[in-house]
């Protein structure tokens, strides 16, 4: 009754077997494909648009179904990959404000995400905010203990250090450019965007 007009499920070799006229939109089938097309194409919009798609853990009903259990982490790895290298393409963009959002992503995934972890220090500190990029790491150390009873690596501690001593970013990089060109003053950019108030802002501008 649930399916489209011409589909029917048929008895197939003893397995139940869903059979069409045309075509059907399976929603796993479709993430995959827009995450093929996203690594194909490399921009963002589509890493996007792929995983939108992802709406949540593969059958959740059947959580400990044996056929279920591959498929379900096959899928959750691929969408936290999907995140890694879209905010990897916004950081590089200099979108740091949209960066940061997808890899709060994978920490809402993923708690003790080392990469998440980092990846949000670093953009802190591009963005001019040392103080929430240490807040950042005192959030990772506590992960690390409490999920993994592990501690953050060597690499991660250097750039802890070198972010509490001032020495990342480098003068040349930071919250002094942006992907509009380079940021006058010293206040450090807006860690959230201005949505829906595109006509403002250009008032606002005319007006300064």
Not at 12 to 19: N, S
Not at 89 to 104: G, H, K, N, S, V
Not at 150 to 158: F, G
């Amino acid at each position: 009754r649930v399916l489209a007009p011409g589909a029917t499920i048929a008895n197939q070799d003893g397995l139940l077997a869903l059979r069409s006229e045309g075509p059907i939109w399976v929603d796993v089938v479709a993430f995959e494909e827009a995450a093929a097309a996203a690594r194909g194409s490399h921009d963002i919009v589509d890493y996007l648009r792929a995983l939108d798609l992802y709406t949540g853990e593969l059958l959740p009903e059947d959580h400990y179904e044996d056929w279920t259990i591959a498929q379900r982490d096959r899928l959750r790895g691929l969408q936290l990959a999907l995140l890694l290298e879209c905010a990897a393409r916004q950081e590089a963009a200099e979108d740091w404000p949209a960066a940061i959002t997808t890899l709060q992503r994978v920490l809402g995934a993923e708690p003790a995400h080392e990469g998440a972890h980092t990846g949000l220090m670093r953009l802190y500190a591009l963005a001019g905010q040392r103080s929430r990029a240490l807040r950042q790491w005192d959030q990772f150390v506590a992960a690390m203990r409490r999920d993994l009873d592990a501690e953050p690596d060597h690499a991660a501690r250097n750039l802890r250090e070198e972010i509490a001593a001032g020495r990342f970013p480098p003068q040349h990089l930071g919250a002094t450019e942006t992907r509009r060109g380079r940021h006058q003053g010293n206040l450090p950019i807006p860690l959230t965007a201005l949505i829906g108030r595109e006509a403002d802002l250009v008032a606002v501008k005319d007006a300064l």
